[in-house]
């Protein structure tokens, strides 16, 4: 069981990136999606949340009005579009899945709530 994020890469401020997180060994369409990042020098944070086909979302402060967390079930994969992207975005994202439970929806910007983890893909944004 394992998520591969890929899409990260360099950028100017501005501009827009979209992270994509292909699960593999099963689908995760009833699991809450997750994208965290960590910054230099910094603890993991939360980006967004998103559940089932993307009826229910939620964002960061920092991120809201910005990033798009959305999902394509026929293709089993989860996205985020990144627009208007600032140098302080600069970080390592993680996408991560996790039960979609009753809990979930109280502790949604916790790691705790995520069982699956990707390996992280490198967003740089330049000024």
């Known amino acids: 069981v394992q998520l591969q994020a890929s899409g990260g890469g360099l950028v100017q401020a501005g501009g827009s990136l979209r992270l994509s997180c292909v699960p593999s060994?099963?689908?995760?369409?009833?699991?809450?999606m997750g994208w965290f990042r960590q910054l230099p020098g910094k603890e993991r944070e939360f980006v967004a949340a998103?559940?089932?086909?993307?009826?229910?979302?939620r964002y960061a402060n920092s991120v809201k009005g910005r990033f798009t967390i959305s999902r394509d079930n026929a293709e089993n994969r989860a996205y985020l579009q990144m627009n208007s992207l600032k140098p302080e975005d600069t970080a390592v994202y993680y996408c991560?899945?996790?039960?979609?439970?009753?809990?979930?929806?109280?502790?949604?910007?916790?790691?705790?709530?995520?069982?699956?983890w990707g390996q992280g893909t490198q967003v740089t944004v330049s000024s």
């Open positions: 060994g099963r689908t995760y369409t009833s699991y809450i």
């Open positions: 991560a899945a996790g039960p979609n439970t009753a809990d979930s929806y109280s502790y949604y910007n916790s790691e705790a709530a995520y069982d699956y």
């Open positions: 998103l559940w089932g086909s993307g009826a229910r979302t």
